[in-house]
């Protein structure tokens, strides 16, 4: 009984039913190879994304609503790409880098100002960053319109303003996907992407161990005991933030490169809640994460989500049914984790 | 709700205009801009005001059905969208029924009822759990409702629930986008729905609403002034500048009451403005509106009300003094709920068109912005803030698209920024509130 309760039981009834699809896929005789490919491109998509909860919750600021500010960074840092890669003449791997290279500084500084925000509004950091998201996605809306960005490849043909989906066809698109990608069977694996987001979780894990980030981690666990032992807690606050940020931007352009399109305007507004929902699931609570956690959650969320709607559609017209499951799932384990988490506010 | 205003401000009154503004900063930003929005987007005075008749009677109710909480120390009730839900499950039961226009309408009132009731109950348990983290909490929880009601009507009605007609999508499973509320008789081309029924019951000028509303409020105003001459005032200098108050309120009010007159029975004013008189108001919804607001008032008099006081100001207080704590939070979320969904029954007849799967998305966002807008905060709402919040944001709306069009060629860059502005409002305040908080916090434990 401990045990189940350790897993939690919404948990419990994710990983059963992430199981059960799998098995009636099987019984059904749908092509598993297909789902299983499909699965692994939309894990590599998201898991950078994931990942960008992990300093936040470390760093003690939780789970991080107000990542569309890294989002956004990456959109801008994706459409100069698409902008300047005729003038520069740059190859896709070469556009990918550029927007990686534009979107970071971006990250850091809005990472920066944000973390300062946050330090004025300790116990509060949930709700305030989940509108101060929706605040930058909407005011984008209108930069998208306003910012002078000229390439025809973006603009509306007639009319202001950037298309709200901008095709990156010739720029970057599966520049990652398609770097030693190879076929088991009928399953096709793409490497360079689940290599970037390994990379990326080596680097950070890496990082977790030097004595910054284990600095960090103490500021996250005990601010108090931090203090005293002469950490500066807001410097390390902001620290986390920063590179909650960072890890949203390289997520979304790495979301892009494999989506193979940029939604721009409205698109980004509720792009937080997967991965919130995707690090919870794999085990992680407000003030508890690990690297685990998240590709845990990641394989469990995703492959979820990817496998629902065959799954459905082989008995019934399922329609969305997908995007229906993603809401409830998503939204079930937010609750119970702030549920659970609402005993430490006694 | 002008009482403890003008108490306030002539109480304090030195030195103390710079804080007015501080306390007052959103507010007054958003007069601002809406002067700006409203001269910039040139919309003609009568498109303006009955566009904004229009929003203020079937807004309003959703905006009141956030108060309560508030006084109880919950915060903005964000799930205010799953009240929404609950009567459009009622709405669609009384088309599907095909229950006529007042009588459906009625119908969808008793309907909804028990179902809100119910979902506040849960909700309100499931905030008891989240204290201290109600808002956010109630936000997810509108969402994951929201996906629920999107697995029932989608993918279960139809289906494991038998319905027929043509509400339901080719295929036989799941409902179409939207319902008409205004279905008219094949046969004598009455409408049947329960669309605008509550609206149709009376309606007539609304100059003459306000002619009736002005002199009833200067009445009351001159007794007012009387009553308080008779009584051997304790403090007789706030009496004093209460009388300035007073007296300003009335000519405000007499000139409202001298223009409806020149815009009802003269022809001296410009065409722009006599065609004013063209107006309607539906009456009985205004009267709905303006019943429930009085109610929000006076609930706050009675002991119910005092409970809330107690348990919004300080839980342990109220614990010991008695107070089942969570039973009121929950109590004060289940009326919440209530008043949702009668809010958008009222907002949903007033549209005569039933989004299924839209209607109330945007509910809480709208709702609660409003209520920020006209000045409220996490802590504290009133009556009054709720309708100047509604006056404000929807003035914002109406005129954006147009100002947007005029002053940058575009109309969708007002569009954006009325969303942006209500999502920033959000985001400021609540902020703000939690900044304020902290800095208390500190000072108590510094202390």
């Known amino acids: 009984m401990s045990r189940i309760n350790k897993i939690g039981v919404p948990r419990l009834i994710i990983i059963c039913f992430f199981m059960l699809l799998w098995i009636l896929a099987a019984v059904k005789n749908l092509q598993v190879s297909i789902l299983i490919s499909n699965s692994l491109v939309r894990i590599g998509m998201n898991l950078i994304m994931v990942l960008a909860m992990v300093p936040a919750i470390r760093c003690g600021i939780g789970l991080n609503f107000a990542l569309p500010i890294g989002i956004i960074c990456g959109l801008l840092g994706s459409t100069c790409a698409i902008e300047f890669h005729e003038t520069l003449n740059m190859s896709s791997g070469q556009a990918f880098l550029f927007a990686i290279i534009i979107a970071v500084p971006l990250a850091i500084l809005l990472g920066w100002l944000y973390g300062k925000m946050l330090n004025k509004i300790k116990g509060s950091e949930m709700l305030v960053s989940t509108y101060v998201g929706f605040s930058i996605v909407s005011l984008f809306c209108i930069a998208w319109i306003v910012l002078p960005f000229k390439s025809g490849l973006m603009r509306w043909p007639i009319g202001q303003g950037l298309r709200t989906v901008v095709s990156l066809e010739g720029t970057f698109d599966k520049v990652l996907d398609s770097i030693w990608d190879f076929n088991i069977g009928a399953i096709h694996v793409p490497t360079g992407l689940l290599l970037f987001c390994a990379i990326i979780c080596l680097i950070y894990w890496i990082f977790s161990h030097t004595r910054t980030g284990i600095a960090l981690k103490t500021v996250g666990d005990n601010p108090k005991f931090a203090q005293s032992s002469g950490l500066n807690v807001d410097r390390y606050r902001i620290l986390g933030t920063i590179l909650s940020t960072v890890l949203g931007a390289i997520g979304m352009i790495a979301y892009a490169q494999s989506f193979g399109y940029l939604q721009l305007y409205a698109a980004p507004l509720m792009m937080a809640f997967p991965a919130v929902a995707a690090v919870l699931i794999g085990g992680a609570s407000a003030n508890k994460v690990n690297i685990s956690y998240v590709i845990l959650g990641t394989i469990l969320f995703q492959g979820l989500l990817t496998i629902a709607l065959p799954v459905a559609s082989s008995f019934f017209e399922a329609g969305n049914i997908s995007e229906v499951i993603r809401m409830i799932v998503q939204n079930g384990i937010i609750l119970y984790a702030l549920a659970q988490g609402g005993k430490l506010y006694e | ?447």
């Open chain 2, 1 to 447: 709700m002008n009482n403890e205003k003008s108490n306030e401000t002539s109480i304090n009154k030195k030195g103390k205009m710079s804080d007015f503004i501080i306390d007052n900063s959103v507010t007054i930003l958003f007069i601002i801009i809406c002067v700006i929005g409203i001269i910039a987007s040139k919309e003609q005075p009568l498109i303006l005001v009955s566009m904004l008749l229009e929003r203020l009677t079937r807004n309003s109710f959703l905006v009141l059905a956030l108060l309560i909480p508030v006084v109880a120390g919950m915060g903005l009730n964000f799930s205010i969208t799953i009240g929404a839900m609950a009567a459009q499950v009622a709405i669609i039961v009384v088309s599907y029924l095909e229950w006529h226009t007042q009588a459906g309408l009625l119908g969808a009132f008793i309907i909804s009822t028990p179902i809100a009731l119910v979902l506040g109950y849960f909700i309100g348990r499931l905030l008891n759990k989240t204290r201290g983290q109600e808002m956010i909490a109630s936000m997810i929880t509108g969402y994951f409702a929201d996906g629920i009601y999107q697995l029932i009507f989608l993918f279960i009605v139809g289906g494991l629930i038998p319905m027929t007609g043509d509400f339901i999508i080719p295929g036989g499973v799941g409902l179409r986008n939207t319902i008409d509320l205004m279905k008219k008789d094949p046969v004598s081309g009455d409408v049947i729905g329960i669309g605008k029924s509550l609206d149709h019951v009376w309606e007539f000028p609304f100059f003459y609403f306000v002619m009736f509303l002005c002199v009833a409020f200067i009445a009351y105003l001159i007794v007012k002034i009387k009553t308080n001459g008779r009584k051997k005032s304790v403090t007789s200098k706030s009496v004093t500048i209460n009388k300035k108050k007073v007296i300003a309120q009335i000519i405000i009010s007499g000139l409202l009451l001298i223009f409806s007159i020149l815009v009802m029975w003269t022809n001296l004013l410009s065409h722009r403005y006599a065609i004013l008189k063209t107006i309607d108001i539906s009456f009985v919804t205004a009267l709905v509106v303006l019943a429930f607001a009085g109610f929000n008032i006076v609930i706050l008099k009675t002991k119910l009300g005092q409970t809330f006081k107690t348990v919004g100001q300080d839980k342990h207080i109220a614990e010991v003094s008695g107070i089942k704590v969570d039973k009121i939070r929950i109590l004060a979320i289940m009326l919440s709920t209530l008043f949702a969904a009668w809010g958008q029954i009222i907002f949903i007849q007033n549209l005569g068109i039933l989004n299924t799967y839209g209607s109330h998305k945007q509910i809480a966002l709208f709702a609660v912005a409003a209520l920020l807008i006209g000045g409220a905060s996490v802590t504290k709402a009133t009556v009054g803030q709720a309708f100047l919040g509604v006056l404000l944001f929807h003035t914002l709306f109406i005129v954006s698209p147009k100002a947007g069009l005029n002053l940058f060629g575009d109309a969708q860059l007002g569009e954006y920024f009325r969303t942006f502005v209500a999502y920033g409002v959000i985001g400021v305040s609540l902020g703000l509130h939690a900044w304020k908080t902290m800095v208390m916090k500190n000072k108590i434990d510094s202390e």
